[in-house]
């Protein structure tokens, strides 16, 4: 979530009956971070055991209201620092005043919709609907570059990140777009829900859907011919390879790892299927599982400098930028004169937070091609950081 608000310790003080509707609210509303108590008199108690950055509490709480634990809680420091929400039923204007008078800032009033309690969680941060609104389209610019660029994986990320920052139709429906690129149909079709939740007359959001469900059945019918072909007795190893890769689509990741391993077991020196193992997994984000199956790649062939820049990726986006800088620097020493191998590892240099060093392997990269216009840019930018 913009903002990193998505993992806020919120806490619900709300009777049993709303507890549930609450956390549904928070949960569709982008937060995760949550817990609750159902009796008024014990809130006090349990808060100092854990405090919570966020207190949402029902201003109707039987025993002990919700204006009595805002008022205990102004009476000691520590609680007083609490952001605070209170929860109110339609008040008379007397009711309201005596709450402001309190001190009582904010509140959402009931019934409320998953958009208001998201308004009132950034408004204690200082953050109005505006200001994520716009955070949300600069994000979403970024977006659409990934996306024409067809790295969508990143573009996925950024989109949804644009959605948690400003809830809008457009976000989920290239959220799903994204998901139908990646082969996730169940994803995209969720995704494209969302968005006719949100506009219902979104442009093309019925032939988007509709491509979603037709690819969903295709690949149903891609993958039984799949099993088919690989359960033949005279299957080859890489026919377990595509069945794999199958299940990947179909995110029957467990299925995927076993029709992986009986590739492997068949032919443990087959180079080629572990690196197509290794990718397909990459692909779909599994990062560590790809680290495995490159690892297990250069060890049957360690000439392959391939896979090494293709190890390394699957470190970097699990931020093991050490492990990473040590298989480029592996991959070197196989192949001194890459300058795609020193170009590598100064963005990994650069990302575990060794400048210079990322520097100085940019230099190396363009000593070997002076004409390497992508390092030379890079090393600009790394220069007016």
């Known amino acids: 979530m913009a903002h990193d608000l998505s993992e806020t310790k919120i806490l619900i003080i709300d009777t049993q009956a709303e507890i549930r509707n609450m956390r549904e609210a928070l949960r569709e509303a982008g937060f995760n971070s949550l817990s609750d108590i159902s009796s008024g008199l014990k809130a006090l108690t349990e808060i100092k055991k854990a405090i919570p950055q966020v207190m949402i509490v029902n201003y109707n709480l039987p025993q002990y209201s919700g204006l009595q634990i805002f008022k205990s809680m102004q009476a000691d420091r520590t609680l007083a620092a609490i952001k605070f929400i209170m929860v109110i039923p339609k008040m008379n204007k007397k009711e309201m005043a005596e709450m402001m008078k309190q001190g009582v800032k904010n509140w959402v009033e009931r019934p409320f919709g998953t958009d208001d309690l998201r308004e009132s969680i950034f408004k204690v941060f200082g953050m109005g609907i505006a200001d994520l609104k716009i955070a949300g389209d600069e994000i979403k610019k970024d977006a659409y570059q990934y996306f024409e660029n067809k790295e969508f994986e990143e573009a996925l990320k950024k989109f949804r990140e644009s959605g948690e920052a400003y809830v809008c139709a457009e976000c989920y429906f290239m959220v799903g777009r994204c998901y139908i690129e990646l082969g996730m149909y169940d994803q995209a ?144 020493r196989v192949a001194p004169r890459d300058e795609g191998l020193f170009y590598n590892l100064a963005r990994a240099l650069f990302e575990s937070g060794d400048k210079a060093k990322a520097i100085k392997a940019l230099d190396k990269a363009i000593a070997l091609d002076t004409e390497f216009a992508e390092a030379i840019a890079l090393k600009k930018e790394y220069l007016a950081e």
């Open 189 to 332: 079709i969720a995704s494209f829900q969302n968005t006719m939740k949100e506009d219902r007359r979104y442009p093309e959001i019925d032939k988007w859907m509709g491509i979603a469900l037709q690819k969903k059945k295709d690949s149903q019918g891609e993958l039984a011919t799949l099993e088919r072909a690989a359960a033949d007795k005279d299957a080859k190893a890489n026919a377990h390879v595509d069945l794999g890769k199958g299940y990947l689509s179909a995110e029957m990741n467990d299925k995927a790892d076993n029709a992986f391993a009986t590739a492997t077991k068949m032919e443990p020196g087959n180079v080629e299927n572990r690196k197509n193992i290794g990718n397909a997994y990459l692909e779909k984000g599994l990062y560590e599982k790809a680290e495995s199956a490159f690892g297990a790649a250069i060890g049957v062939n360690p000439e392959d400098i391939a896979l090494y820049n293709r190890m390394a990726i699957a470190l970097r986006k699990q931020e093991k930028y050490k492990e990473a800088i040590n298989i480029y620097i592996k991959a070197i």
